[in-house]
């Protein structure tokens, strides 16, 4: 769990950056780490577990972020995950990504930076490797929440709550959307956007071999929380989607 499949295309994770960004902008309640993006200068997000290398490659597709945003100088994306560290090793640093001519003409001083920390989200900050206080917003692709009965995800949960990181969270159905609301809360954290279908999921089904005759996609739900309790309730927005697709 916790990663894009290597099929999903930047261009899409990229959209699903930006549509769980403006999720929780959009939200009514008021979150100091994310005033309004229209003016903002600079903005840092840390995601969460990350894993697939292939997509850091094409780095220089996140510079749509920028597009999105032109008030945007400075974008820094921090990648955390200890599954990083093969990749690292095998394949080094990542030279800073190239914008387009229209970022630089824009604003000459423009600049996308990209990090990666090969280590758990706790032990990135305990280490000092990862600032939470600095972050815009965090995201943690398919985490599968509920199946962390080692409790490998707390720390770091602890760690976004107690800096009051904006942070959204995907899943593969309804069911375990609803599933990682219950972890969160456990955590003592806020809700701040309830589950709903994700229009930007994976395009590629999978096989769910608990359910006969079912698939699932790659980052079908997402919710986001913020802060400590209390939030603003649980119940689950199906929206366009549906826990399961049938064939």
Request: hydrophobic residues 45%.
């Amino acid at each position: 769990g916790g990663e894009l499949d290597v099929s999903t295309s930047t261009t899409v994770f990229v959209s699903e950056a930006l549509a769980i960004v403006k999720m929780v902008v959009d939200q009514k309640d008021s979150l100091e780490n994310l005033p309004d993006l229209e003016f903002r200068t600079s903005l840092e997000i840390h995601i969460l577990n990350s894993a697939i290398y292939p997509e850091l490659v094409a780095a220089s597709k996140y510079e749509d972020i920028l597009h999105w945003l032109p008030s945007i100088i400075c974008l820094k994306l921090v990648f955390v995950g200890a599954p990083l560290a093969p990749a690292m090793r095998a394949l080094g640093t990542m030279p800073p990504p190239e914008l387009c001519h229209a970022c630089i003409a824009h604003a000459p001083d423009r600049a996308l930076s990209i990090e990666l920390v090969p280590k758990t989200y706790a032990a990135a900050v305990a280490d000092g490797d990862v600032n939470p206080a600095a972050a815009s917003l965090a995201i943690a692709f398919n985490p599968e929440l509920p199946e962390d009965h080692a409790g490998v995800w707390a720390p770091s949960l602890d760690a976004l709550r107690t800096a009051a990181v904006p942070t959204a969270v995907t899943a593969y159905t309804a069911h375990e959307a609803a599933a990682c609301v219950d972890v969160l809360h456990s955590r003592g954290m806020r809700l701040v956007a309830r589950p709903t279908s994700n229009p930007f999921r994976g395009g590629q089904p999978f096989l769910d071999p608990g359910h006969l005759n079912a698939v699932y996609y790659h980052n079908a739900y997402i919710l986001a929380a913020c802060g400590t309790l209390p939030d603003v309730g649980a119940s689950c927005d199906h929206g366009h989607g549906h826990d399961h697709d049938h064939s």
